[in-house]
Structure formats: C-alpha cells, structure tokens
C-alpha cells in the first residue's frame, strides 16, 4: 500500500511540477472565414464592373489591415501583364471584422484565370494569407 501511494504521489508531483512548453516565439495567425467572391459567391470578376467580397476576418491580437491582391497565375497566358492590390485599414484595432466590398475591376484588366489572395496582417506582427480562384472576362 505504501508503494502505491508513493507511486500516487510521485505522478501527483510530477504532473504538478510539469508544464506545457509554449512556443512563444512564433505568434498565434488570424483566420478567415465566411469568403465570399463575385456575385452569388460564383468566383467570376467582369471588366469594368462591381466586384462583390466578403469575409470574416479574426485577429489573434488585433488587426493591423486586410488586403486582397489579384495576381496573374504562373501556369496561364495572357494577353498582358496586370495585377490589382487593395489594402483596407478601417479594420485597424479590431479583434474581429466582416470585410464587405464592393470594388470595381479595372478597365485595363486582361482576361483570364487568376489568383485572388486575402491577406489579415495582425499588430502582432503575424499574418494569414489565403489563395483563391478568380476568372475575370470581358
């Protein structure tokens, strides 16, 4: 009887006395959530039109801003070069925030598949970036 309790005791000590290693020196990311793309979320840009994109956007401290960028995507041809970047910081000091835009898709835009990328930079210094399909016509 004395071995089991000291065993008991011993575990009780040990697990006590044994904490969790945190790794703090990479910080927590945002997430996203919710991600909306075109009209009825159909992942479809026109030229010259409205652009509908939501998104629900979590910090893991606060949010620094969000960003999305239309990016060419390496394995297609296109008629010429292009890409479109937008950085909303109205979000800035949130710890949470449902991103709706509308936005209108350049005129000088080229046709094609592309890559629509959300990016949530957090105060503390972390980020989340997340890569969607995006076809724009004319």
Known sequence: MKTTKLILASLFAAIAFTSCSNDDSEP????????????????????????????????????????VKIVQKSTETYSKTWSHEI???????????TVHKHFDIPEDAAEGKYDFIIIVNDQNGSKLEVTRNLTIVN
């Not at 979320?41 to 030229?47: P, Q």
């Not at 998104?55 to 949010?63: G, P």
């Open 87 to 97: 950085t909303w910081t109205q979000y800035a000091d949130s710890k949470n925030a």
């Open 28 to 67: 927590a990311i945002p997430s996203i959530d919710k991600i909306e793309l075109g009209l009825n979320n159909s992942e479809t840009a026109t030229i010259g039109a409205d652009f509908h994109f939501n998104a629900e956007v979590t910090a893991a401290d606060k949010i620094k801003n969000v960003q």
